[in-house]
Nanobody, 127 residues
Framework: QVQLTESGGGLVQAGGSLRLSCAAS????????MAWFRQAPQQERAFVAA????????SYADSVKGQFTISRDNAKSTVYLQMNSLKPEDTAVYYC????????????????????WGQGTQVTVSS
């Protein structure tokens, strides 16, 4: 069982930056692809970014490509989401998720592929 704890959310003005962190409880973190999803008010949860177990392959939603960067530190069992040039439409609860990968492969964008989820962290961007 992998426990995930997000941090780094908060209130920021449009154009600002935030870095989200997601710490995993297990050393098996290095066997997991990791992803960030977000859920805005009255909307379904949506894919944001994902990274393969070794960090060599990343994937982004079109809406955040060039704006957000996902990275990981397997020694710290932590995945990050650097968010720049934030816009009010980026306001959402951000969730990290883990998907066990036994080999290095492109990470999934599909929520149902992810076995473990964090509780979420609120990001609010004011205009």
């Amino acid at each position: 069982q992998v426990q995930l704890t997000e941090s780094g959310g908060g209130l920021v003005q449009a154009g600002g930056s935030l870095r989200l962190s997601c710490a995993a409880s297990e050393r098996t973190f290095s066997n997991c692809a990791m992803a960030w999803f977000r859920q805005a008010p009255q909307q379904e949860r949506a894919f944001v970014a994902a990274i393969s177990r070794n960090g060599r392959i990343t994937s982004y939603a079109d809406s955040v490509k060039g704006q957000f960067t996902i990275s990981r530190d397997n020694a710290k069992s932590t995945v990050y989401l650097q968010m720049n040039s934030l816009k009010p439409e980026d306001t959402a609860v951000y969730y990290c998720a883990a998907d066990t990968q036994w080999v290095e492969r492109p990470p999934s964008r599909v929520q149902s592929e992810y076995d473990y989820w964090g509780q979420g962290t609120q990001v609010t961007v004011s205009s």
